[in-house]
Structures are given as structure tokens and as C-alpha cells.
């Protein structure tokens, strides 16, 4: 069976600061690693995804997740927050191809200005 | 392509009517999921599909709701009769493998 864990429910970050989001996942095989963004009043947008190959992930609007299978973690970054990253981010996990993807229960990312 | 289709994206409607939504995923995909997202309950899945074929109705709460897929371009969630407690958004997403989700941008359902 597959889980995950999303730590913080809410994070704030300063407008052009670091954005880390937490996610550490369990799986018994070799998971696939999604993150999706939903913006208010919208559907999930996929972000960026980690099926196999290289563990560092690049996906849209300058976002990055690194695979850590020792760590069991999936967690994404941003160099640079701006003002239109604030949403809800969700990471999830499934074990195989035509399975249900399991979801976190998301991190609402707050931006200050 | 126009993604996936939901319809309506707000429905009201009064306790103990029957409520109808609709979804028509992205054409080649082989798989359909229905979510319900609360704010008390984050996402939740009901339902989901492959080659429309339900696999796993573990999610629907109760025998109030039920979801059909007659072919590979249609699928409908229907709930009756209808509760407050279902006021929720109610997502549809599709897939073809393990390229991950597409979703649609989801009915909000009030009932009063």
C-alpha cells in the first residue's frame, strides 16, 4: 500500500525567498511521484512528476523535486517565491501504472510581501 | 486538445432532489476518476474507472450516490437524493498511465 505525508498544512515564505515543501511518501515498490498545484476555484494542475531516471525533477513555473529514495522523500523547491505561487500543493504517490494516485492532504503556500 | 469537461461548474439544488454531474475525459485516456474535495475532508476519491469498467468504488459514502461510464467519453455521478452534508467540489480527472492526472475544473455543489 502507498501513503504520504505532506509536513505543514500551511507555509509562508517572504516574496523572493526559498520555497521548500515537505513531502515524504511510503510505498513496498518503486513509486511515481507527482506534485500538483491548485490555484482558488480551480482543478489540480500537474506540476511536475518522477517516474524513473533522474532523481532531480524539473517542472513548470520554476519549481524542482529531488527523489530520495534513503530518505523516502519527494520534497519541492523553488529558488525565488513570487506572489503568484500562492495555492494549495499537493504530492502523491501510486505504485503502478493504472492505479489511483494516492494524494497528501496538501500545503496551502502563503507568499508575503 | 480541451481537457477534461465538467458540467455544470455550479449546481444548486434543494435536500432530496437528484443531482446529475457530468464528465467527459480527455479522448485516448483510458482511466476516469471522480474526487469530492470539503475543507473538512481534503480530496477524497469515489470512484474511478479503466477501459469504463469500474475498479474500485471503495470511496463512495453512501448507496445514495452512484457513477456510470457507458463508453469511453462519458461519465456521470449522480447523487439521490441529496443531503447537505454532500455540498462538496467535485472533481473528474482522467489518465492514460502513469503520466499522471489531468483534472477538470470541477462542479460545485451546494445543497440547501
Known amino acids: 500500500a502507498q501513503s504520504v505525508t505532506q509536513l505543514g498544512s500551511h507555509v509562508s515564505v517572504s516574496e523572493g525567498a526559498l520555497v521548500l515543501l515537505r513531502c515524504n511518501y511510503s510505498s513496498s515498490v518503486p513509486p511515481y511521484l507527482f506534485w500538483y498545484v491548485q490555484y482558488p476555484n480551480q482543478g489540480l494542475q500537474l506540476l511536475l512528476k518522477y517516474t524513473t531516471g533522474a532523481t532531480l525533477v524539473k517542472g513548470i513555473n520554476g519549481f524542482e523535486a529531488e527523489f530520495k529514495k534513503s530518505e523516502t522523500s519527494f520534497h519541492l523547491t523553488k529558488p525565488s517565491a513570487h506572489m503568484s505561487d500562492a495555492a494549495e500543493y499537493f504530492c502523491?504517490?501510486?505504485?503502478?501504472?493504472?492505479?489511483?494516485?494516492?494524494f497528501g492532504k496538501g500545503t496551502r503556500l502563503h507568499i508575503l510581501p | 486538445d480541451a481537457g477534461v469537461i465538467q458540467s455544470p461548474r455550479h449546481e444548486v439544488t434543494e435536500m432530496g432532489q437528484e443531482v446529475t454531474l457530468r464528465c467527459k475525459p480527455i479522448?485516448?485516456?483510458?482511466?476516469l476518476f471522480w474526487y469530492r474535495q470539503t475543507m473538512m475532508r481534503g480530496l477524497e476519491l469515489l470512484i474511478y474507472?479503466?477501459?469504463?469498467?469500474?475498479?474500485?468504488d471503495s470511496g463512495m459514502p453512501e448507496d445514495r450516490f452512484s457513477a456510470k461510464m457507458p463508453n469511453a467519453s462519458f461519465s456521470t455521478l449522480k447523487i439521490q437524493p441529496s443531503e447537505p452534508r454532500d455540498s462538496a467540489v467535485y472533481f473528474c480527472?482522467?489518465?492514460?498511465?502513469?503520466?499522471?492526472?489531468?483534472f477538470g475544473s470541477g462542479t460545485r455543489l451546494t445543497v440547501v
Open positions: 480527472a482522467s489518465t492514460q498511465g502513469a503520466g499522471g492526472y489531468t
Open positions: 502523491a504517490v501510486t505504485a503502478n501504472r493504472d492505479d489511483k494516485i494516492i
Open positions: 474507472f479503466n477501459n469504463n469498467v469500474p475498479i474500485d
Open positions: 479522448s485516448g485516456h483510458n482511466s
